[in-house]
């Protein structure tokens, strides 16, 4: 058995290379109707760019008879890590594929380095508390404008791409709990380190992760709220898979929206006359589960009419943007992104909806490139055009 070191964080990972995968490519097609799902493998149709293929890599480097060279850097880097290989995986690493990428990937990081550009997501992060550059928000203007307190029962994590990209979604969810009566605030947050694990890059992530316990528990908040999907996944995954523990509850906001449909207390009073398209997001669906939910809720807006994708659910076509290929392979993202929205306009809506900031970043960036003319708009968005009534 070759060793492996120790002060990798995804050691277990890297080992569980070398006595599962058997190459039977079941991870190369969804098992419903064979169609395509990995975004990097029908790009490059290559082996080393399928999850079978990585897995080698990892042996290949490891025992050594692979060298470290740039000409690893794409079969490593290239890849949203969107899980469709866990899913259609039959094997008993199948639940560990990404996790054997991402440890590939730190690995890599300490030999050759990240792939173009991926660099950034750390030293923005240094600089500036996030992967984006811009000027850390501290949120206490926000907090003024929406008259919070420094102290409640929940946390709203906003979550980079919302506070920095996407800050409509981030202003409907800020409304939608007011409307709610929720006691809930803001704090000082730090990136909550979803883009440098998912890129290999982890020198400062328990350091980050730490802070953002310790400012959650400052605010003496026993239940974390957010409307980000990759937040939702770091914050209740990787913070476990990282040994970093704490004591509050975390919820995605559609979580919420849910709970106040089933106890009768959120009443729309308007329509939503529209036709509607959802995408899975990732890190929402095949990373948590979490499939039905959101569509319980659109199916209870009156008016809205949802229609599926072929592709949807588990079987969900990535939007292209995770696993650092926004930043690292920003063209090849935005590609991703055109293939899912040319399988929206199949559906026949109007609008393509997603429960996740960085979906509707890429999905926005497409639409505008290919002028596909849909709206792209997050179920938040779509709750803030309505007229609704909370009964407590």
């Given amino acids: 058995m070759?060793?492996?070191?120790?002060?990798?964080l995804g050691k277990e990972f890297l080992e569980m290379a070398f006595d599962r995968c058997i190459k039977c490519s079941t991870c190369k097609y969804g098992y419903k109707n064979f169609e395509k799902i990995c975004p990097s493998g029908e790009k490059f149709l290559f082996e080393s760019y399928w999850a079978s293929g990585r897995i080698r890599i990892i042996r290949g480097v490891l025992s050594g008879d692979l060298e470290w060279s740039d000409d690893l850097k794409d079969p490593i880097f290239a890849c949203t890590t969107c899980g469709a290989c866990m899913d259609s995986c039959q094997a008993p690493h199948a639940d560990y594929i990404v996790d054997m990428i991402e440890a590939l990937r730190e690995l890599a990081v300490r030999h050759i380095g990240p792939a173009d550009k991926q660099e950034f997501l750390v030293s923005r992060c240094e600089e500036n508390c996030n992967p984006y550059g811009k000027e850390n928000s501290d949120n206490e203007e926000l907090k003024k404008i929406y008259n919070l307190p420094d102290k409640a029962e929940w946390v709203y994590f906003i979550g980079c791409t919302s506070n920095y990209r996407q800050q409509s979604l981030r202003d409907a969810t800020l409304r939608f709990l007011k409307k709610t009566g929720i006691d809930f605030t803001l704090i000082d947050e730090h990136c909550c380190t979803s883009p440098m694990i998912r890129t290999g890059q982890v020198s400062i992530v328990k350091e980050?992760?730490?802070?953002?316990?310790?400012?959650?528990?400052?605010?003496?908040?026993?239940?974390?709220i957010t409307s980000c999907a990759g937040c939702y996944r770091?914050?209740?995954?990787?913070?476990?898979?990282?040994?970093?523990?704490?004591?509050?509850?975390?919820?995605?906001?559609?979580?919420?929206?849910?709970q106040l449909l089933d106890e009768g207390k959120l009443k729309f009073k308007s329509s939503y006359n529209k036709t509607v398209t959802y995408h899975d997001p990732c890190h929402l669906g095949?990373?948590?589960?979490?499939?039905?939910?959101?569509?319980?809720?659109?199916?209870?807006?009156?008016?809205l009419h949802l229609v599926?994708?072929?592709r949807n659910r588990n079987f969900a076509w990535c939007c292209g943007a995770g696993g650092g290929v926004k930043i690292g392979y920003p063209e090849w993202s935005v590609e991703i992104s055109r293939d899912r929205l040319a399988e929206a306009k199949e559906t026949g809506a109007s609008i393509v909806t997603s429960t996740c900031p960085f979906c509707k970043t890429n999905l926005s960036d497409a639409n505008e490139k290919f002028d596909f003319e849909f709206q792209i708009l997050d179920l938040m968005e779509i709750l803030d055009q309505l007229d609704i009534e909370i009964l407590n």
């Fill in 234 to 258: 770091t914050l209740i995954k990787d913070f476990e898979k990282f040994g970093e523990h704490y004591d509050f509850e975390v919820f995605h906001s559609l979580e919420l929206v849910k």
């Fill in 308 to 310: 599926e994708m072929k």
């Fill in 286 to 303: 095949r990373h948590m589960g979490i499939y039905e939910l959101p569509r319980e809720i659109y199916k209870q807006i009156p008016g």
């Fill in 208 to 224: 980050y992760m730490q802070y953002n316990i310790d400012q959650i528990q400052k605010a003496g908040a026993k239940k974390v």
């Fill in 2 to 8: 070759v060793e492996v070191d120790n002060s990798l």
